[in-house]
Each structure stands twice: as structure tokens, then as C-alpha cells.
């Protein structure tokens, strides 16, 4: 792109057969990169049902992420979300189990941690008339160690927007800005001009970093939602958004994957060859 280009840079798209290696490169270069077919065309059917049928229950605008009023203005009044997936459709443990997320996560967060685990899973389900979300960071959940360590912070959360319909620009796409995952400052700020709409079929996936700018987009449609759901993992140091042992009790995970029960809470951290012990332990007498 010259510097007299007004129009922002593109998101690259790839089919889920691509090398990781490739994918790497783009998510590295733009801070997010498209993925198509990334998931089978069964499982989002089945969640996608599973989600339509979940949402009647939760009303719009509920959700404040644990911040009221602000929280709630961030995700929107006229949007339903909701989590604990697993207990909506056992279909989410197969998307847990995805081998290309393993390895998309595997490169970007074992070089910060021993382990990593679910930061949450919503169903994210943007309503007619809702304007766009505030453009801003995932990584920012952990501002007190973003903080100090900027610009040195290494990835410490992988996210996921997931079409669970067709998800358009009129619909409400998420919205990236490519190449702001490199900062000169933590309080950069992009504008919506610079930023372009990852449109998905269902089973496609926007993999974006936990530092890229980014937001759902205006759902500009009088009477349609926009239906896609988010998936995140966390470095195992760190506190996810949802707490997810709470939501899947001891037992539930049995005959579950060793990665579902890891991402869940079921299992411990491993520090790996780093210095300390594990952590998220437990050590009692089973009565
Ligand atoms: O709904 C979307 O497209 C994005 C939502 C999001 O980025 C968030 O809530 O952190
Ligand atoms: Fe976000």
C-alpha cells in the first residue's frame, strides 16, 4: 500500500488445508487472518441450532461483562450473548478439540506459558440497528501486566470470531484493523475508517491477536442477526473471562479429551522447564 492510499489494508483468507505456517505469517504480519472451513459443517449446525434455541432465554442487551453500565455499553443493548457452551451442545468439546486452534495456539502462546485454557466462549448474536462496538483490544483484560511490560508483552491470548451463519459487513462482521497489533504505545487509537470487515461463512474463523484493534461491526439490517459465536484461550497464569470449572463440575469432563478438561479448569498448569511449580492444583483426600 503507497502512503497516499487512503484505504486500509485486507485480512487474508485461506482454506483450513493452508500450511500453519502461512497462517502464521499472516496473523503475525496483520494481526488477524481468515480461515476458512475451519470448522465442519455438522458441529455449526449443531451449535448454530443449539444457539438459536439458547437465545430465547437471554435478553438483549443482559450481558455486561461483569462491568455494568460500561460493560453493558460495550456490548451493546441491542446484543445477546451468552456462555458455558459445553452445556449447550456437547458439539463445543469437538470445536475445543480442533487440531488447527491447538496449533494456531500452541505457536502463539506456549512461548508465555508452561499451559494455556479457555478465556470464554459466547455466543455473540448482534441485533438489527445496533452500532458498531467500541474498537479495542482482548489483551487489555490484563491490563496490570500489559502495563508493565509493554512493548516486550508477549502473546498471551488467542481469540476467535466463528460464523455460525453468514456473517456479512451489513450484518455486523467483526471489524479489524490490520497492523495494529504493533504499537509504538499502549494508548494508540484507530479509527473506524482504517478498519475492514472479516465476513464469514459458517464454520469460517477470523484468528486474531489478543493486541489487534478490533470490534463488531454496526448490524445495519432492519430485522436480521448477526450470528457468530467468540473463542478464546488464555495463558494458564493468567485469570480467563469465564470460569469454567464452576460451569462443568468435577466429574462432568470424564472421558473428555486431556485438551477439553486443560481448557476447562479439569487439569493443572504446567510450568514446563520454567522456573515454580504448578499451579491450580489440587492435593486432598476425595471423600
Ligand atoms: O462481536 C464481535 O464481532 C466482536 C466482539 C468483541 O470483540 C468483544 O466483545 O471482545
Ligand atoms: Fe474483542
Same mark, same amino acid.
Given at each position: 500500500? =503507497? ?11 485461506? =482454506? ?9 505469517? #499472516? ?14 459443517? =455438522? ?10 434455541? !439458547? ?21 451493546? #443493548? ?60 482482548? #489483551? ?111 466429574? =462432568? ?26 499451579? !491450580? ?7
Amino acid at each position: 500500500m =503507497s502512503t497516499s492510499d487512503p484505504s486500509p489494508r485486507h485480512l487474508e483468507r485461506f =482454506s483450513a488445508s493452508t500450511d500453519v505456517g502461512m497462517l502464521l505469517e #499472516a496473523l503475525h504480519r496483520d494481526g488477524g487472518v481468515i480461515v476458512e472451513g475451519m470448522f465442519d459443517a =455438522s458441529t455449526i449446525t449443531e451449535m448454530s441450532g443449539a444457539a438459536d434455541v !439458547w437465545a430465547n432465554d437471554f435478553e438483549a442487551g443482559s450481558a455486561t461483562q461483569g462491568m455494568g453500565a460500561a460493560g453493558a455499553a460495550f456490548v451493546g #443493548a441491542n446484543t445477546i450473548r451468552f456462555s458455558s457452551l459445553g452445556r449447550m451442545s456437547p458439539a463445543f468439546f469437538d470445536m475445543l478439540d480442533n487440531p488447527l486452534f491447538a496449533a494456531l495456539a500452541d505457536a502463539e502462546l506456549l512461548a508465555a506459558c508452561g499451559t494455556y485454557w479457555l478465556n470464554t466462549a459466547q455466543v455473540m448474536y448482534i441485533g438489527p440497528g445496533e452500532p458498531a462496538q467500541a474498537l479495542h483490544r482482548d #489483551a487489555d483484560n490484563w491490563w496490570e501486566y500489559l502495563s508493565r511490560t509493554f512493548p516486550d508483552t508477549p502473546e498471551i491470548t488467542l481469540s476467535m470470531m466463528i460464523g455460525l451463519d453468514h456473517v456479512t459487513e451489513e450484518l455486523g462482521a467483526t471489524r479489524v484493523v490490520p497492523g495494529s497489533h504493533i504499537q509504538d504505545d499502549l494508548g494508540s487509537q484507530f479509527t473506524e475508517a482504517e478498519s475492514v470487515p472479516a465476513e464469514l461463512g459458517p464454520g469460517d474463523a477470523l484468528v486474531y491477536s489478543g493486541y489487534v484493534f478490533h470490534g463488531g461491526g454496526a448490524n445495519r439490517t432492519t430485522d436480521r442477526w448477526r450470528k457468530a459465536m467468540h473463542l478464546s484461550v488464555v495463558a494458564g497464569w493468567l485469570t480467563p473471562e469465564e470460569a469454567s470449572p464452576l460451569d462443568y463440575p468435577l466429574g =462432568s469432563l470424564v472421558g473428555r479429551s486431556t485438551r477439553v478438561q486443560q481448557l476447562l479448569g479439569h487439569r493443572s498448569y504446567v510450568p514446563g522447564d520454567r522456573p515454580g511449580a504448578g499451579l !491450580w492444583l489440587r492435593h486432598v483426600k476425595e471423600i
